[in-house]
């Protein structure tokens, strides 16, 4: 009967405690997991442990467990999360000194801190560039509805505007915008900075 067991079944009865289940598992899925292992990393050492790994923590769980339909999917996926688990662990202990890792991590930290902000200010150094080729009652209209996050009836109230003439404000000014900073993406910022 065991012959014609499927996946699912060898899966059900690995799950109940079935341990011949579980080796008829291990060595149906061994070969293809670790052609698969090898295309995520090349070295066939970590690649076997991360299966060891796999299955010595199926085993522990195995009672928690839900039902599985299609088991090499199953295994392919966890397969691939426990090879990304122990990649991070093998970073820390190979590390010679972990405050020498640290150290570098908060390097890179520092580094990337100061490209954003080199990054922010000439974002903002074309904005207000830009914001220059516009005319007062454009700027106006922009510093209003951005800057101080007024409605477009609020705004037509305070300017004494009709409200479609404060929308053709705006209009032109996003055109302008988009002429001097040539890009649709920091039109995007601009608006969502502000």
Not at 87 to 92: E, G, W
Request: hydrophobic share 40%.
């Amino acid at each position: 009967m065991k012959d014609k067991w499927t996946d699912a079944d060898l899966f059900k009865h690995f799950k109940k405690g079935d341990e011949r289940a579980f080796e008829d598992l291990y060595r149906k899925y061994f070969k293809s997991l670790s052609h698969y292992g090898f295309r995520i990393c090349q070295d066939q050492e970590l690649i076997e442990n991360a299966i060891q790994d796999l299955f010595i923590d199926l085993w522990r769980r195995r009672t928690f467990l839900g039902d599985v339909e299609n088991v090499k999917f199953y295994l392919i996926k966890s397969l691939r999360n426990q090879l990304i688990r122990n990649s991070q662990k093998d970073v820390l202990e190979n590390s010679e000194d972990v405050n020498d890792f640290l150290d570098y991590l908060g390097s890179l930290s520092i580094e990337q801190t100061i490209v954003q902000k080199e990054s922010e200010e000439l974002r903002n150094n074309k904005i207000k560039e830009a914001i220059s080729k516009l005319s007062s009652r454009q700027k106006e209209v922009i510093h209003l509805r951005y800057f101080q996050n007024l409605s477009l009836d609020e705004i037509s109230t305070l300017i004494v505007l009709p409200k479609q003439v404060v929308k053709n404000l705006l209009s032109k000014s996003y055109a302008v915008l988009r002429i001097y900073l040539k890009s649709t993406y920091l039109i995007f910022l601009f608006l969502s900075f502000f």
